[in-house]
Every structure is written in C-alpha cells, then in structure tokens.
C-alpha cells in the first residue's frame, strides 16, 4: 500500500466520512482554512485513484467518487508501518512509550490489562 500525502489522507479522510463524493462535496466538507481550490482536489482525487485509495462512478463527464478501502484498512497498514518503523517491531518499545509520553493515566492502563486478560483467555 502507497504512502500518502498529508493532503491526500485529509481528502480520505472526508471520503470515509462522507462515503461517496463529487469534488464539490469534498471540499464543502473540509475545515474553512482556507478552503482548497477546486482544481487542487480534482488532481488530489485523481492521484488518490491512480494509488488504488479510491474509485468513482461517471455521470457523463462528472465523478462521484468513493473509498476503494477501508478506513480500518489503512489504520492497520498505516500502524504496522509505523510500529516496525519506529518501536522495531517490539510491543514493549511501544508502550513504553505511550506511559511515558502520552501520559497514560491509571483508567487507561486498567484498560489495557483488561485487553489483555481478555485476548489471554
């Protein structure tokens, strides 16, 4: 699975929230910062879709376009990217890191022992 772009994971991001889109629906769902000009997300779409993130359906000469994944999907490629990356493929490295940088507190980590006690059965 490619890599994407900070722009092209917002723009799947408003797809996986929407489901399906024309590139009109895509940008009125963005955050007004400003908004994105409309040529920007037609070749953002188009990149996306060449990639395999997304499909589209043609009405004539216009797209609605939709998510050829998952939203999961690309959370767990995304994640075991990140996790051989950066924590070596070692659950202790990463939750190390999560109690002593995301400052878990006692209610998160009575959650994750019951995680576990319950995956342990």
Known sequence: ??????????VMQVLWNLKKAFVKDIIEAMP???????NTISSVVRLLE???????????????YFPAISKAEYRKASFKKMFTGYFDNSVESLLSFMVKEQKLGEDDIRKIKEMIDKNSK
């Open 1 to 10: 699975m490619e890599e994407l772009t900070k722009t092209e994971e917002r």
């Open 32 to 38: 007004d910062d400003p908004k994105p000009p409309y």
């Open 50 to 64: 060449k990639k395999g993130y997304v499909d589209y359906k043609a009405y004539g000469k216009t797209y609605e």
